[in-house]
């Protein structure tokens, strides 16, 4: 089941499953409707490296990440091996978007359903003698094509996502595609125009606190003419704009007291200075910037190459050209004291664009059940039985 191979980062094995390589899936839109011709999901070549120390790094944190890549409909599972390796497992699901997990449940948006899995193993069980996480698709409620970006859960549990395509925050609905529970007060009524491009979600205390979006447009697609500069975070309460002036901004997150942003056309992860109204740049990364995840005072951030035509003619052009620097496809893992990068994950080959990460913490080495595998067949839990409670003494 597994192949290994040689990269920069040492010897990286490669959970290659019979789902890449015998599934006959449809194609996803590799880049959105304008873009190349659709990408056979089952034939693409992505080679993977990684920084020398991140197995170690893993392991002793012991923490995995989650990676959506819509692009290639890929979900990366990246943990650490009993050998002392990375260990990278992978799953096909159209249009990967926003995901988000934990121990026990990971949540998927994808291209018309939002998935839900469950780890069926136990504490101290292991799979296949090495994944101490087994995670299940459980639930897959359709939605329709709503351009699903980022999502929250709840401190009751419910999913909390972002719907692109009508300018909104949703929750599932038991008849519906969703029902809506919040939009921008410049949104004038809901509509699939995709108008400001929401697209990030910052959960605080259990609740919906604060989205991003590239723009104020309230008119059909009239975000794409206010990528440079037209970028805002609004606090979802009470309808401030807390933060503007952004390029593209995308994946808030609080964690340490501060609400962290990423930047994406500029390349800059940084927080909001509620004071001001204003970014503060942290650290700068070679790609256009999508998923954060933040554990500790440490941040995983995602990189994609910028694409063409959407994202050219960004701040982040120029960055890169005054680093003599080329775009990554990947992830860093930065400290935020300093800004430094720690440790990383780079994908070449028939992927470009990253969408949104997730550690797992309290999880070593995870797979996950893929709906072309006799796995999905064969692998049956169940509850235990309820035990028969004796009588009460008279």
Not at 8 to 22: D, L, N, R, T
Not at 203 to 216: E, I, L, R, S
């Amino acid at each position: 089941m597994a192949s290994s191979k040689k990269t920069p980062g040492g010897q990286v094995p490669v959970e290659q499953s019979a789902e890449v390589a015998q599934a006959q899936a449809p194609a996803a839109e590799a880049a959105g409707k304008a873009d190349k011709a659709p990408l056979d999901l089952t034939k693409l070549k992505v080679e993977k490296s990684c920084s020398r120390g991140l197995a170690t790094w893993l392991a002793s944190n012991r923490v995995s990440l989650a990676i959506s890549s819509y692009q290639t409909g890929r979900v990366y599972l990246v943990g650490s091996d009993p050998q002392g390796r990375v260990s990278f497992f992978e799953r096909i699901f159209e249009r990967a978007m926003g995901i988000v997990g934990n121990a026990q449940r990971i949540y998927l948006g994808g291209l018309y359903q939002l998935w839900r899995f469950e780890n069926v193993l136990r504490q101290n069980e292991t799979i296949h003698g090495k994944f101490d996480k087994c995670y299940v698709p459980r639930n897959a409620q359709t939605i329709g094509d709503l351009d699903i970006h980022e999502l929250g859960i709840r401190s009751d549990g419910r999913v909390v996502f972002v719907n692109t395509k009508y300018s909104c925050l949703a929750e599932l609905s038991t008849t519906h595609s969703f029902k809506p529970i919040w939009k921008p007060a410049f949104i004038s009524k809901l509509a699939p125009e995709d108008r400001c491009h929401l697209n990030g979600l910052a959960m605080v205390d259990g609740k919906p606190k604060y989205v991003t979006a590239v723009c104020k447009s309230d008119a059909v697609d009239g975000w794409r003419d206010r990528r440079m500069n037209g970028g805002v975070v609004i606090d979802v309460e009470t309808d401030e704009i807390v933060c503007e002036g952004l390029s593209m901004p995308h994946s808030p997150r609080w964690a340490n007291g501060k609400l962290w942003v990423l930047n994406a056309g500029t390349g800059h992860l940084g927080y909001v200075d509620f004071a001001t109204k204003s970014f503060v740049p942290t650290a700068w990364f070679p790609g256009f910037l999508r998923g954060l995840s933040i554990v500790g005072n440490v941040a995983a951030v995602g990189l994609s190459k910028p694409r063409n035509q959407r994202f050219e003619g960004l701040q982040l052009d120029e960055e890169l050209k005054k680093r003599d620097a080329e775009p990554w496809c990947g992830v860093q893992i930065v400290n935020l004291s300093n800004g430094d990068v720690v440790n990383w994950i780079r994908f070449e080959g028939d992927i470009s664009e990253i969408f949104d990460i997730s550690f797992l913490p309290n999880v070593v080495n995870p797979m996950m059940i893929g709906l072309r595998t006799a796995e999905i067949r064969e692998l049956i839990t169940f509850e235990p039985e309820a035990q028969a409670q004796p009588e009460a003494m008279a």
